[in-house]
């Protein structure tokens, strides 16, 4: 059986480790607006993070949504801080107390005078609540006050937070407020609060690499300034630089444009990040040529769940890019938890061993669902909202039509899923054995995945599901195609509109979306030094491909290896990454080039049928199928997605079909459309997005089908496919190519023998006909 490993469970949002390596140190804006409500803005919070300590300054309205995004659990959070004791900072202080309070680790509570006296008053205020809620585990307030430590500060502290060194600066406020500075290695960052002119801010901030600052003075698109300073031109003080006392008159509370970027060119900042915008648009034309008077370094216009760290910032000019920082859709995990090697499943790698950097390796940005109650499912990553059943199956034409005739739920805006959408469903938890249907490629948990109607003659993998997607080419006898997702096999194919035997309309099944139509949407940019930023998911990518094929392990350990850019937390992209690159509006037929923009560099090949062509491309993400489900893992076709059909070689799926090769062994064409299978893949590599360094061991949630399913989770069935049919010494001993059965030519013992093992006449031994045991003696 497949070793069972439990040490970590994943349930709603887990954080583990929120930056792209264990050494760097990364600020996330959570909000950067004010006590104004703004629909697009949550109010002053920034998460401080690096390896597992993480800090939260800040807690303003908005603050446990946009943590939710993230994937944040506030149970894991390290510290909480305050800049000052304004409602708009510390607004969702008690959600944020509480769930710490309810988590396991130990945390500290700092800030200025009054955090003491205000923490205290809360724990009374909700003792019965929370006494509650710990009763659930057996668990008492007393037990848990033991496990935090809360202190007032008074400015000009130094002490370190985890393995962050944090100094303290008192500064000039209508209350007590102190700013932070946050090292970490060689990396730092500074957060100010709200503030006007200091003269030591200069000293605290020197050589930081980010400045977070309030935005006081900025100039609005009506003409105004957002300013609580009535002296908007900056007085003779501010020009001068000149001590606090001249500036804190009654009524002002924040800067102007000129005593921000004073200060910052004083310090020498490295990056200035504004905060702390109102609910009025910035003219960030008019306002940056007011700051760059005074400061030439870059300029940041902060938006909500903007991340920064230092190797972004020394590689890209942030200035002409704050406008699009922000993504337009993020890409939902895999949900892949077990790590495998070439055919077995195996503990979860360490940086330094074999197979590390696989999809298991990291979490990014984790499946988390809303069940509306009102037959739709929300996904809480993406902001897509879903219909939870699928309905009869319909033909391609009937399905759009049926669109138009919706209004589940009482919307009218029901739409078809662009491919992009319906595979930002999958998860590759689901396992399948040839058309045998094992786990669902989807959480059942919320959506409904039939299967095929094996009484009517279907496969049991026949549950197909439309995207609003038609291939731009022709596949197999010049077929009009439809790309779908098959949830029950794990794979995108290009699917015929009409049957080439009868001509009759086929028919597959459809989940309909509504909101976010910018999902799938690229954005990219040639950054000039062999990387490709995509603003729309915050990922860069590999500009040039691995001009050569790998097998799956050399993937994984090219990916490790790479300097490109002058960064060194490149991967191999998991699935769904490497998908999301994929330009679905070309193809070698009609626009001689890879499905890919052409801002990318594609190596060309010739393909099985002596054409030209381009590659297929590694993802790190296993594809459980076959008698060793382990030993396969999903690419991306870029090119024609080849297949041989009755001696003919031919386009069978289209380009940008996810399908799966073995990892290691030689090529050769299998399965019913005769996939061809070239083991050696070309690779893509990728970095940035919301990285989690999975440390530990995962439990991977799989799902199970309906009442419908003809094979349940724990059947017999089940278990006999999760055996490790590794240890069948006989198929070790033949199988040559890895494929997890013994075909004639790696048979040593002749064709009568072969014949004898062979029980179905399929041309393989596979592991339920091989013998188990040495062979009997003769007497």
Do not use: C
């Amino acid at each position: 059986m497949i070793k069972v490993i439990i040490a970590l469970v994943l349930s709603g949002f887990t954080f583990l480790q929120v930056a792209n390596a264990a050494d760097q140190l990364t600020a996330t804006i959570i909000g950067s607006g004010s006590p104004i409500y703004n629909e697009k803005r949550a109010s002053a919070s920034t998460l401080i993070s690096a390896g597992n300590t993480h800090i939260l300054v800040d807690m303003g309205n908005g603050t446990q949504a946009n943590l939710n995004k993230l994937g944040v659990d506030p149970r894991n959070l390290t510290a909480l801080v305050f800049t000052h004791h304004h409602l708009d900072h510390n607004e969702e202080f008690v959600p944020m107390f509480i769930r710490s309070l309810l988590g396991r680790g130990t945390f500290s509570i700092i800030g200025p005078p009054n955090t003491v006296k205000f923490t205290e008053a809360n724990l009374t205020l909700y003792d019965e609540d929370i006494s509650y809620r710990l009763s659930k585990t057996q668990r008492t307030v007393a037990e848990r006050q033991k496990a935090f430590e809360v202190k007032d500060l008074t400015g000009g502290e130094s002490f370190k937070i985890g393995d962050i060194i944090v100094t303290t600066l008192k500064v000039p406020h209508t209350i007590y407020t102190l700013a932070y500075r946050f090292d970490y290695h060689d990396q730092s960052v500074v957060i100010t609060g709200d503030l006007t002119y200091s003269d030591e801010l200069p000293m605290l901030a020197k050589n930081a690499d980010f400045m977070i600052i309030d935005s006081g003075g900025m100039i609005m698109k009506d003409g105004r300034r957002k300013s609580n300073n009535k002296n908007k031109k900056g007085s003779k003080a501010t020009k001068n630089g000149s001590n606090n006392k001249s500036r804190v008159s009654k009524g002002h509370a924040h800067l102007n444009l000129a005593d921000s970027s004073r200060m910052a060119d004083k310090a020498n900042v490295k990056n200035l990040v504004y905060t702390h915008f109102n609910s009025t648009t910035v003219d960030t034309v008019a306002s940056l040529e007011e700051i760059k008077k005074n400061y030439r370094g870059n300029v940041i216009f902060s938006e909500d769940l903007m991340v920064l760290t230092k190797a972004i910032a020394s590689n890209s000019n942030l200035t002409s890019i704050t406008h699009n920082v922000t993504s337009s859709y993020a890409i939902v995990d895999t949900g892949q938890r077990l790590a495998y090697s070439n055919n077995d499943v195996i503990s979860l790698p360490t940086a330094s061993e074999k197979f590390f950097g696989q999809d298991a390796s990291f979490i990014i940005n984790a499946p988390s669902y809303t069940d509306n109650r009102d037959g739709t499912i929300t996904d809480n990553i993406t902001g897509l909202t879903w219909q939870k059943e699928m309905g009869d199956k319909l033909t391609f034409e009937a399905a759009k039509k049926q669109v138009q005739e919706i209004r589940l739920a009482g919307y009218s805006d029901w739409r078809l899923p662009t491919i992009k959408e319906l595979y930002s469903l999958i998860q590759f938890s689901g396992s399948v054995k040839g058309d045998k249907a094992l786990y669902p490629f989807i959480d059942t948990t919320y959506f409904n995945q039939p299967i095929g109607d094996t009484h009517s003659g279907e496969r049991e993998i026949d549950a197909q599901t439309w995207s609003s997607t038609e291939y731009v080419g022709k596949t197999m006898s010049n077929d009009d195609t439809v790309f779908g997702v098959n949830f029950v096999d794990g794979r995108i194919k290009g699917y015929p509109k009409y049957n080439p035997r009868t001509n009759d309309a086929n028919k597959m099944y459809f989940r309909l979306v509504r909101g976010n139509t910018d999902y799938g949407k690229n954005n990219f940019v040639d950054n000039g030094d062999g990387t490709v930023s995509d603003r729309a998911t915050e990922l860069m990518w590999q500009q040039v491909d691995s001009n050569n094929g790998l097998n799956w392990q050399a993937a994984l350990q090219h990916a490790q290896q790479s300097t490109l850019g002058g960064y060194n937390d490149w991967r191999l992209p998991n699935a769904k990454e490497l998908q999301s690159i994929v330009d679905y509006t070309r193809s070698p037929e009609t626009s001689n080039s890879a499905a890919i923009d052409p801002i990318f560099k594609v190596s060309l090949i010739e393909n099985e049928g002596g054409e030209q062509d381009y590659p297929y491309y590694w993802s790190s993400t296993t594809h459980l199928d076959g008698p060793v489900p382990e030993a396969g893992a999903v690419y991306i076709a870029f090119g024609k997605a080849l297949g041989e059909m009755r001696g003919k070689t031919m386009d069978v799926h289209g380009a940008g079909a996810q399908r799966s090769d073995p990892k290691t062994g030689e090529p050769m064409s299998r399965g019913p459309q005769g996939d061809m299978i070239r083991v050696e893949n070309y690779v893509r590599l990728v970095r940035g997005g919301n990285v989690n360094i999975a440390t530990g061991e995962l439990t991977e949630l799989r799902s199970e089908y309906g009442e419908i399913s003809l094979v349940q989770k724990n059947s017999p069935e089940i278990n006999a496919f999760e055996a490790k049919s590794t240890s069948n010494k006989f198929i070790n001993r033949f199988d040559k190519n890895s494929d997890g059965k013994v075909e004639l030519s790696e048979f040593k013992a002749g064709k009568q023998r072969f014949s004898h093992f062979d029980k179905n006449n399929d041309g393989y031994i596979s592991p339920d006909e091989a013998p188990s045991g040495p062979p009997k003696k003769s007497r």
